[in-house]
């Protein structure tokens, strides 16, 4: 009987999870004249000493059965007299499932790890290559640049596939024992790829046969592959250029048919499953057109799709074009084709847009259960690393050629070296880099899958922890080092791009790098500064100087500019920054909430790039940063009135008064407009929330406007009492920030009083309202229309009760009826309120409905409307208000369905849209799917009405045709840059589905 080879402590010592298991293993692996007690130390040492012992066990086994040379025995005896073939052996049987099953279906192969210089000694390229092509019987000979396969096909296939793993066994081997850098072990994975692809071609021009020889055909590696920084497992990218080899005798279709040939058959080559499994995907989709694409083309077809059609995002793929197999020359005449082309791509408009937009189309197709834990394309992941080398690369490559390494980490290097990384900012991202990568070839070493999630359980995390030589606390540690170096990333990545502009225009030390004013203007520009040198003039301004404001905005700028950045105007966001900091820079309070509190620094920023609107609200009222802090809801009317009033009463004077009130209603409108930007309000409420403050505002001033004119006739108590009733959008509590406020004004005497002394006041006092509110001042200005009440701007300004009820109960026609439908009395006197609505009540919701004659009337006036209001050149698609399927099309079939139903239908009786489309929907008027696209027809032209005046700072309801304001509009909207075509594409389709609607119900 054997004795036990170690004890059950020994072994949990050595990491072991499983020592009876393991003891078990070793016990059946020893023999009287064999101990293995020294393997124990060297199977602890291994990603899973569990998984190692085992599949060694196995192995031992499958030489016995295979009858390889020595069976078991010279196995175990190189192990126990070998050390360094046992460390190689075994760490690759603890690492990798996958490898573990190919030795047991190869035993001979482990083998392979004797050679003693395998820790040393790194294979060359033209070696694995021939190993390759000999695998399928293609001699490479001198000169012969055409190898083709000669054995049996299936054998040929099979055969590639057990030599592919035999050179992958040998570098994991070296990978895994003797510590290969990252970048070596890419770029030996990459030369493995190059030549699987070159001997994968040899078996297609096999099955091509005789008319292989009839084209040239160049396989240009992409992606990983190109960039000599291949995974252990991933689809490999690839072009394909041909050429024909007599072009008089091969006409260009028999010629691309022929090479699309040779193409797929290698793709099939490398990626059918076989007996011994498969090798990887082979990808052409970054070919021109992608999979829509012909599957290879001519150099000529390559240059006229480049010159005409390509996408920035294209050029940046190309930038790690390579050629790597069949005709070679013809690969670098492609690679010198493209060239140029790559590196002038960062001055073609749009370019960091394109590239972000790809980014962000990346980031959002992972799933949402796999954010968190992916490696490479999550945030702070490989594609962050990735994607700010590459842009760096082509923003200041144009001018210099040291920059163009394919490779990320020589990229990177170079970079630093050359200056446009500082050097603490370059060795930190490569060192997050390099863990990353390594991260991510012992996750895919495990299974060889393709993957990049890293699992979430402890065993998987302990595997991982120990193959990259965390001993203790194995997956605590993984997970620390990985979220440390994820925090690095996320923070070096707006380092990278935005503080070394800061060196061109001020003092920096140690390793910061200093920009030539050149190459920072280029930076500029290609990140979407379209004033390079004004923008460099404003950052000299911000950041010049040793006083604390300059040094906490040189510590503010690099976030900020990113930012700025993605708005649509970074010029814009930039140059308010600096007058923002010119007003508050001295408040102590200011740049230290921008430091600590980084919601208000980014929320300050979009609304700088995106908006003119609440910029100029800003510059007017610089404190109103402050509110960036808050959660931006509209407050309540009372609040609000509560504000106005008692920063009004401190002033005796009513200008003074209104202008304190005013001050109160500028700062509550950046409250609201700045909540709809950042995308915290619903366009419903910020319609109410306007309401509100134009509510507050006319409460405010009536009451002011009240006690200035008694005090200058010397009344001791008004003659008369006042309400005011919004009508129009703003009665229906739906006010944009362009809109003016419609109203009716109205009194009624007081018991006693004389009536032409309470209509003066009433006249003097509406009058003091409208002056005061009309007054230039540094809030927007708050227009009061009147022209709706009756007899229009022939009638009087305001009216008693008697004389409207006279008026209406004489004059009034349809038309007047439907404007009342969106009255609501809301400021002033309550009880003169409610008898007005009690006045206007059977007017606007007839007891019998409307007559068909008055449904025509409203039709025919509506028509007259469409034609006679839209302004000259206007586009009928594109106007807001009176565009097909806007907001005149939607109301006006709101309020024909008020004026036929309200009576029989009490909860129609409401000024609001949505309000009223729901009620209508509820009694069966409208069809559910009808009313849905009203309402999102509204919704959608409120929102966009919106952000016009956002954008461009005044109203307008027209579609801006200038590009860069339609960018603004879009970016509020919550498009990525680059998305003004699907935003118009998206506002037309919802428009013409709620034509469709008002053809049907109004018409």
Same mark, same amino acid.
């Given at each position: ?7 059950? !402590? ?17 016990? !059946? ?62 760490? $690759? ?38 190993? *390759? ?83 040239? *055909? ?40 022929? !090479? ?91 370019? $960091? ?41 082509? $923003? ?249 009033? !008692? ?109 032409? $002394? ?91 409905? *409307? ?45 024909? *369905? ?106």
């Amino acid at each position: 009987m054997s004795r036990p080879t170690s004890s059950k !402590a020994a072994l949990l010592r050595h990491g072991f999870e499983d020592a009876d298991a393991a003891r078990a293993h070793l016990t !059946a692996l020893e023999t009287p004249t064999r101990p293995v007690e020294p393997l124990v130390a060297i199977l602890g040492r291994t990603a899973d000493p569990d998984a190692a012992l085992a599949a060694l066990v196995r192995l031992a086994e499958a030489c016995d059965d295979a009858a390889t040379d020595g069976g078991r025995d010279a196995l175990l005896d190189a192990l126990v007299d070998d050390e360094g073939t046992a460390m190689r052996l075994c760490a $690759v049987l603890g690492a990798s499932e996958a490898l573990a099953d190919h030795l047991a279906r190869h035993p001979g192969h482990w083998r392979e790890l004797t050679d003693p210089t395998l820790g040393c000694t790194r294979p060359a390229a033209f070696a694995v290559r021939a190993g *390759l092509l000999r695998a399928v019987g293609a001699e490479p000979g001198p000169g012969d640049d055409v190898p083709v396969a000669t054995r049996p096909d299936a054998e040929a296939v099979d055969a590639l596939r057990v030599e592919y793993r035999r050179v992958l066994l040998r570098l994991a081997a070296r990978d895994l024992a003797h510590e290969l850098g990252v970048d070596d072990v890419a770029a030996e994975l990459s030369d493995l790829a190059a030549g699987t692809l070159e001997a994968a071609l040899a078996v297609a021009r096999q099955r091509v046969g005789e008319e292989a020889a009839s084209v040239r *055909l160049a396989v240009v590696a992409m992606g990983k592959c190109g960039g000599h920084e291949l995974n252990y497992v991933s689809d490999v990218d690839v072009i394909f250029v041909h050429e024909p080899t007599d072009p008089e005798a091969t006409g260009e279709q028999a010629a691309l048919r022929t !090479a699309t040939a040779l193409a797929r058959h290698l793709m099939r080559a490398c990626s059918d499953h076989t007996g011994e499994g498969t090798i990887w995907p082979v990808d052409a989709a970054l070919r021109p057109e992608g999979t829509r694409g012909p599957l290879s083309r001519t150099l000529a077809g390559h240059g006229g799709y480049y010159e005409r059609w390509a996408e920035p995002w294209e050029f940046q793929a190309l930038l790690k074009a390579r050629p790597v197999a069949g005709d070679l020359d013809l690969g670098r005449e492609y690679v010198a084709l493209v060239g140029p082309m790559v590196w002038s791509v960062s001055q073609r408009t749009g370019f $960091v847009d394109g590239v972000r937009a790809m980014r962000r189309r990346v980031v959002e197709h992972i799933p949402a259960r796999e954010a968190g834990r992916q490696l490479k394309l999550g945030s702070g992941g490989l594609r962050d690393v990735e994607f700010a080398v590459q842009l760096l690369q082509l $923003v200041h490559g144009r001018v210099d050629e040291q920059i163009r390494s394919s490779a990320t980490l020589s990229a990177l290097a170079d970079l630093t070296r050359l200056g446009y990384v500082g050097r603490d900012d370059g060795d930190a991202l490569h060192e997050a880099y390099a863990f990353l990568r390594t991260l991510e070839h012992r996750l895919q070493l495990h299974r060889l899958r393709r993957t990049h999630v890293v699992p979430d359980d402890e065993a998987s995390l302990r595997r991982l922890g120990r193959a990259l030589g965390f001993r203790q606390d194995a997956a605590t540690s993984l997970e620390k080092t990985w979220e440390h170096h994820r925090r690095e990333v996320r923070r070096l990545h707006e380092k990278l791009f935005y503080r070394p502009l800061l060196g061109a225009v001020a003092r920096v030390h140690g390793g910061e790098v200093r920009l030539t004013s050149e190459a920072a203007g280029d930076r500029l520009a290609a990140l979407g500064y379209a004033d390079p040198q004004a923008a460099l003039r404003n950052l000299e301004a911000l950041t010049s100087g040793v006083s604390r404001t300059s040094t906490l905005q040189r510590a503010l700028l690099p976030a900020m500019l990113g930012w700025f950045a993605e708005g649509a105007d970074p010029d814009a966001g930039l140059f308010g920054f600096r007058r923002i900091s010119e007003s508050l820079g001295s408040t102590p309070w200011y740049l230290r909430t921008l430091r600590d509190e980084g919601q208000v620094a980014e929320r300050l920023a979009q609304l700088l790039s995106s908006s003119r609107y609440l910029t100029g609200l800003l510059e007017r009222e610089p404190e109103g940063v402050r509110i960036l802090g808050a959660d931006l809801a509209p407050l309540s009317a009372e609040a609000i009135t509560e504000a106005m009033g !008692a920063a009004a009463s401190r002033h005796d004077d009513l200008d003074l008064a209104v202008r304190a009130a005013r001050a109160v209603r500028r700062r509550e409108l950046f409250r609201v407009a700045a909540g709809d930007l950042v995308g915290l309000t619903d366009v419903a409420d910020v319609g109410a929330g306007l309401s509100r403050i134009t509510d507050a505002t006319l409460e405010v001033t009536l009451d002011a406007a009240g006690r200035s004119v008694r005090a200058q006739r010397g009344l001791d108590e008004a003659p008369t009492r006042i309400a005011i009733v919004a009508m129009g959008r703003y009665g229906g509590f739906e006010l944009s920030y362009g809109s003016d406020a419609d109203v009716l004004f109205v009194h009624r005497p007081v018991e006693g009083a004389d009536a032409h $002394v309470a209509s003066t006041y009433a006249t003097a006092v509406v009058n003091e309202v409208r002056r005061v509110l009309a007054l230039p001042g540094a809030d927007p200005a708050l227009v009061i229309d009147a022209d709706l009440r009756p007899e229009g701007k022939q009638g009087p300004l305001v009216r008693t009760l008697d004389s409207y009820a006279a008026y209406y109960a004489r004059w009034s026609e349809v038309w007047e009826a439907q404007a009342l439908l969106r009255a609501d009395a809301v400021v002033g006197d309550p009880e003169v309120r409610a008898a007005f609505e009690a006045l206007i009540d059977p007017l606007r919701y007839p007891e019998r409905g *409307l007559s068909d004659d008055d449904v025509l009337e409203v039709r025919r006036i509506k028509a007259r409307v469409d034609r006679e209001r839209m302004p000259r050149g206007a586009d009928p698609q594109l106007h807001l208000k009176l565009g097909r399927g806007g907001l005149a099309d939607i109301e006006w079939t709101v309020q024909l *369905l008020q004026l036929r139903h309200a009576h029989e239908v009490p909860t129609l009786r409401t000024p609001r849209t949505l309000t009223a489309l729901q009620a209508a929907r509820d009694a069966g008027l409208l069809e559910p799917d009808d009313a849905e696209r009203l309402a999102h027809g509204w919704r959608t032209v409120s929102r966009v009405r919106n952000a016009v005046v956002l954008a461009r700072g005044k109203a307008s309801d027209q579609l801006p045709r200038d590009t860069r304001e339609r960018a603004a509009v879009a970016s509020i909207l919550g498009y990525a840059p680059g998305g003004t075509d699907e935003m118009v594409n998206d506002y037309l389709r919802t428009t013409r589905l709620a034509r469709d609607v008002v053809d049907r119900v109004f018409w």
